[in-house]
Structures are given as structure tokens and as C-alpha cells.
């Protein structure tokens, strides 16, 4: 049978189901607790894709400003880059 | 908020939580935790998450010691997953010069029962597979250090805390601490508390509680940057040192690799920016050390500070001729000395045996000017 559960953070596979757990145990937690907690919005998506959705449902379920929540930093570098890139880009920059 | 307390402990990271907690374990009653920002905000949740017995000084070996034994029973003590994964630190030697430190390094810690292990570079490549030794001359190992995830540290401390009845409360900032006689009020921009004991637990933010009270304490906050990779299956074992690099990588239990260096050489300040510059140097270093990470992509970089003191040993206890006020500070090390702090703090509050020596790291040892400066910090 498919469980009912819907993913907000596909990287780190954090539920609106789990979500709603820790917003239930924790009156006043905050997102940036949450991102830490359950590393949502952490994953080599970089939060692109869950970051918003999390703060919106967040909003949603305490019924408040979205403003409130407060999103956590979004973090460089920009997109996943190798590591042997970075090493070798200041080589090709000459 | 509580307007009145026993015990007023300024700061959320692993210390004061720590601190907060093993008061309550002895018995203190009306425990009061403030932090200006949320809990793990500071120091401890951008620091590499790492815990190691392998320093130079009797102190931080001794501290160091007591929080691993403290470590193997803390995830039941507080009910909660922490992570705590004992997969060694290698330390390498580049040069004679670092391998004979690291060589009386070892004595030390042999001679307090940690057991490090010198290793020939075919024993280091054993042990690290994707190493490359070309650089190094002799590796050291305790495969007792580790790893231990900060966040569900300090947040089991804090939960803890507070099942014994220790109110805690973030985004609360000290403004002012009253002291007359001694200490008798704390003042934050959500209320005041009335207490004649305040414990400052706030690492590389130390030297701002202490010019409220016209101190002015020896540990400046010094940026170090920090970056971590996308996830991958376990292969990397121990958490690698390098002095030549001055740097550290670890695989997390997560999957990613960590690392990071700092430069001394910065101003003090807090600064959260991170660098360009730290992203392409750590690169280099990190497919140098381990030229597998070539095709590992980096998600993230950031930056976080050590409160460093003029020895890079811990500052703790009393402070005399203040009444009333204690000094928690791990310079540098809080997080992972965290666990032994706590409970030595509580021990000397409640006037107990203590279990590490407090009184070597007293600040009053920067007056007397006897130092002995901890030579292993990366």
C-alpha cells in the first residue's frame, strides 16, 4: 500500500507529516531549528526545490506571516561544483 | 520568563547547555539559560563536528579524555541520538619538525592514557586507502577520537535541561549584568532576572559579556571557513589532519566530506562572510590530501569562529574579585569538550570533587604569565 506522505525536502526526505510533528512538540521553533533537526534543505539541491515550500507550510500550519518564519542563508557556492574544478579554475584562468 | 533564578547561564551552544544541564543532574534548582539568538546558533553549529584526545597540553588531553568517556554513555544519559562515531583522527607529520612534536605530543597523551599510535606511512595508507603519503613523513592515530553531531548534542543537553526544569529561552540577548557586591541582576531585551550567579558560556562572544562588567577577557573570535560536500557512501574512516595544510577533512556519518581551515593571521571580529578565496584553497588541499574528492561537489560553504585564548587551552571558573561570576569558555574546542566542561563546571559550582583540573585553567593564569601554549590546533 502507498503511504500517504508528502515530501517537502526530497534530499533529506523531511514529511509534511514530520513537519507537523515537531511544530506540534515545539511551540516556538524556529525554521533555522527545523533545518537543523532533520537537515531539510541541506541536500545537494541546496534548498532550491524545499526551502520555500517548508517556511510556507510552516506559515501555514501556526497560521502566520510568512515573513516570521524567516528563511535560513542561502549558501555558495551557486550550483554543486567539483572539487577539482575549484582547484584547477585558477590554473585556466592563467 | 523566570524573573528570579539560582543560576543564570548566557549562552545556547553546547557549553551552556551542557552546563545548564549538569547543574540541574547535581540538584541546582531555578537554572535559567539565555541565548540571543537560537540554540547551537553560534560557534558550535558551524564548527567541523569532530572530537579528539590528541593535543599538547596535560589540560586539554585531560578534558579532552573526560569527554570521550563522558561521550560513550551520553546518548542514553539523555535520551537521544548524538551521532557519536569513534573513527579515529590521523594526524600527519609533513616535516622532522612536526613529527617530533607530534612525537612528545603522543608521550603526553600515552602517559594520561590516550591511546595514540605512531603509524608508518604503509600503516596510514592501510587505514585511509585513498590517501596520498607523498608529502608526509609519519602519521599519529587515536582511534578513539571521532566524530558527534553538534546540533542533536546540544539540543538533547537543552531537552534534557528542561525534563529536570531548566527554562530556556532563545532570542534572548543580555543587555546588562547588575553587579554591585556581587552579581545581582541579568538584564536581556525580554525581561530581567534577579541572581547572584552567572556563568558566561558564550565562546567566541566571551570578551562581549565580559566588557558589561569592565572586564576584559583574553579570547577573540577568529574566523575559520568551512565547506561540505554532497553526500557519498562511507570510505574514508578517520578524520584527516594535516599541519603542512593546516587543515582537516571528515567524512560525516551523513556521507559528506567536511573541511576546513582558519587564518590566524585575519583581524578579530565576528565576520560570517566566507570567501571565494577559502573555497579555491581548500580545493587544492583537500584533492592533494585525497585526490579521490576530485569529483565531489561541493553544496555548501559557510563560516563559523574559534574563541581562541593566548594559550588555545579553555578558560574556566571563577574570576576573582567578581562575585558570583564563572567563565565556561572552550576556546576553540567547546564543542567537543562540551561534555567535561559541563560537568566540571557543575562540580566546582556546587562546591563537588572535581573531575578535570579547573583550577589550571582559571584566568588567573594569564596574570601570573605562566603559559603553556597548546601547539596541535588546526
Known amino acids: 500500500m502507498v503511504e500517504d506522505r508528502t515530501y517537502l525536502c526530497r534530499c533529506e526526505d523531511l514529511t509534511k507529516e514530520k513537519l507537523h510533528e515537531i511544530l506540534d ?15 531539510a534543505t541541506m541536500g545537494p539541491c541546496q534548498g532550491r526545490t524545499c526551502k520555500e515550500l517548508i517556511a510556507r507550510e510552516i ?14 542563508s542561502y549558501r555558495a557556492p551557486i550550483t554543486p561544483t567539483k572539487l577539482g574544478e575549484i582547484a584547477r579554475s585558477e590554473e585556466n584562468d592563467g | 520568563m523566570m524573573d528570579s533564578a539560582d543560576v543564570v547561564v548566557i549562552g545556547g551552544g553546547s557549553i551552556g547547555c551542557s552546563v545548564a544541564y549538569n547543574l540541574a543532574k547535581t540538584g541546582v534548582e531555578n537554572i535559567v539559560l539565555v ?66 612534536q607530534l612525537e612528545t605530543n603522543m608521550e603526553l597523551q600515552n602517559s594520561l592514557g590516550i591511546p595514540t599510535k605512531e603509524l608508518t606511512l604503509a600503516e596510514a595508507e592501510d587505514l585511509v586507502p585513498y590517501l596520498d603519503t607523498k608529502d608526509a613523513k609519519r602519521a599519529f592515530f587515536c582511534g578513539e577520537d571521532g566524530h558527534l553531531d553538534p546540533f542533536k548534542t546540544t539540543f538533547a543537553y537543552a531537552r534534557a535541561a528542561e525534563r529536570l526544569g531548566v527554562e530556556i529561552n532563545t532570542h534572548t540577548e543580555v543587555t546588562d549584568i547588575v553587579y554591585k557586591n556581587g552579581i545581582e541582576q541579568v538584564v536581556t531585551k525580554r525581561g530581567s532576572i534577579s541572581t547572584d550567579l552567572v556563568v558566561n558560556a558564550t565562546g567566541p562572544g566571551t570578551k562581549y559579556i565580559g566588557k558589561i562588567l569592565n572586564l576584559d577577557h583574553p579570547v577573540e573570535p577568529e574566523r575559520h571557513q568551512i565547506l561540505i560536500t554532497e553526500p557519498l557512501e562511507n570510505m574514508l574512516g578517520p578524520m584527516v589532519i594535516s599541519f603542512q595544510h593546516n587543515s582537516y577533512i571528515q567524512q560525516v556519518p551523513h556521507g559528506g566530506f567536511i573541511m576546513g581551515y582558519g587564518n590566524p593571521n585575519e583581524p578579530h571580529y565576528v565576520n560570517y562572510k566566507h570567501s571565494w578565496r577559502f573555497l579555491d584553497n581548500m580545493a587544492k588541499k583537500a584533492v592533494q590530501q585525497l585526490p579521490v574528492l576530485e569529483d565531489v561537489r561541493v553544496v555548501r560553504q559557510w563560516a563559523g569562529h574559534y574563541g581562541i585564548s593566548p594559550d588555545g587551552q579553555p578558560i574556566l571558573g571563577t574570576v576573582p574579585g567578581y562575585d558570583g561570576y564563572y567563565l565556561a569558555c572552550g576556546c576553540g574546542k567547546g564543542f567537543m569538550f562540551s561534555p567535561a566542561i559541563g560537568e566540571g563546571m557543575a562540580k566546582l559550582i556546587t562546591g563537588k570533587e572535581l573531575s578535570i583540573p579547573i583550577e589550571k585553567m582559571s584566568i588567573e593564569r594569564f596574570e601570573s604569565g605562566e603559559l603553556i601554549s597548546e601547539p596541535a590546533v588546526v
Open chain 2, 35 to 100: 541565548e540571543k539568538n537560537f540554540l547551537a546558533s553560534g560557534a558550535t553549529g558551524r564548527c567541523a563536528a569532530g572530537v579528539r584526545q590528541q593535543w599538547g597540553t596535560r589540560e586539554n588531553c585531560l578534558v579532552a579524555k573526560r569527554s570521550i568517556e563522558l561521550l560513550k554513555d551520553l546518548s542514553v544519559e539523555l535520551d537521544a541520538e548524538l551521532d557519536f562515531r569513534q573513527s579515529g583522527y590521523l594526524l600527519i607529520a609533513s616535516n622532522e619538525e612536526e613529527r617530533d
Open chain 1, 59 to 72: 506559515a501555514k500550519y501556526r497560521d502566520e506571516n510568512l515573513e516570521k518564519v524567516g528563511l535560513p
Open chain 1, 25 to 39: 512538540k515545539y511551540d516556538d521553533i524556529s525554521m533555522e531549528e527545523i533545518k537543523r533537526i532533520t537537515r
